[in-house]
T-cell receptor, first 111, second 114 residues
Framework: AQSVTQLDSQVPVFEEAPVELRCNYS??????LFWYVQYPNQGLQLLLK??????LVESINGFEAEFNKSQTSFHLRKPSVHISDTAEYFC?????????FGGGTRLMVKP | DAGVIQSPRHEVTEMGQEVTLRCKPI?????LFWYRQTMMRGLELLIY????????DSGMPEDRFSAKMPNASFSTLKIQPSEPRDSAVYFC????????????FGQGTRLTVV
């Protein structure tokens, strides 16, 4: 079985500041890793994913995440956040056929 | 494709009533997942199907919950009888074969049981 831990339930940050949302996972088999974003009253949308190859993956809106196998982490970062990045972010692990989500981190960007 | 379509978007029902949530996955996807989201428990996997067959229903909380997938383009999640603690947002998601495929989510059904 696999599990995902998002260490921060809420992260307040000022606009244009950098941010890191932390994600750690455990699994006895190899995994694929995902970050999803959920805006208010909407479903989850894929932000980025790590399948293989380069351990650094990027999204089209400036987010990036780095897969660290030794630390079993997949932290999400953005060097400069915007008000529009305010949302809930979910880290997810797929091992086998099941997709397991972390508890979510609410990113609150303040002006 | 229109994406994963769930209906209704909102449902308010009285305790004891039967509730049926509906999902149309993306055409060609062969995995379908039902999730429940609450403030207390976050996002929980209830059940998932592969090629219309239920593979793992260990997340279904009680016998009051049942899910079916009669064909590749339709699935239902039924709660009978409903209870106030079932109030949550229920998401359906689908994905293409393969572990590397991400899941695509519907907009969710917000269920309120009074």
């Amino acid at each position: 079985a696999q599990s995902v831990t998002q260490l921060d339930s809420q992260v307040p940050v000022f606009e244009e500041a950098p941010v890191e949302l932390r994600c750690n996972y455990s699994s006895s088999v190899s995994v694929y890793l995902f970050w999803y974003v959920q805006y208010p009253n909407q479903g989850l949308q894929l932000l980025l994913k790590y399948l293989s190859g380069s351990t650094l993956v990027e999204s089209i809106n400036g987010f990036e995440a780095e897969f660290n196998k030794s630390q079993t982490s997949f932290h999400l970062r953005k060097p400069s956040v915007h008000i529009s990045d305010t949302a809930e972010y979910f880290c997810a692990v797929r091992a086998g056929n099941m997709l397991t989500f972390g508890g979510g981190t609410r990113l609150m960007v303040k002006p | 494709d229109a994406g994963v379509i769930q209906s209704p978007r909102h449902e308010v029902t009285e305790m004891g009533q039967e509730v049926t949530l509906r999902c149309k996955p993306i055409s060609g996807h062969d995995y379908l997942f039902w999730y429940r989201q609450t403030m207390m428990r976050g996002l929980e996997l209830l059940i998932y199907f592969n090629n219309n067959v239920p593979i793992d229903d260990s997340g279904m909380p009680e016998d009051r919950f049942s899910a079916k997938m009669p064909n590749a383009s339709f699935s239902t999640l039924k709660i009978q009888p409903s209870e106030p603690r079932d109030s949550a947002v229920y998401f359906c998601a689908s994905s293409y074969r393969g572990r590397e495929s991400e899941a695509f989510f519907g907009q969710g059904t917000r269920l309120t049981v009074v």
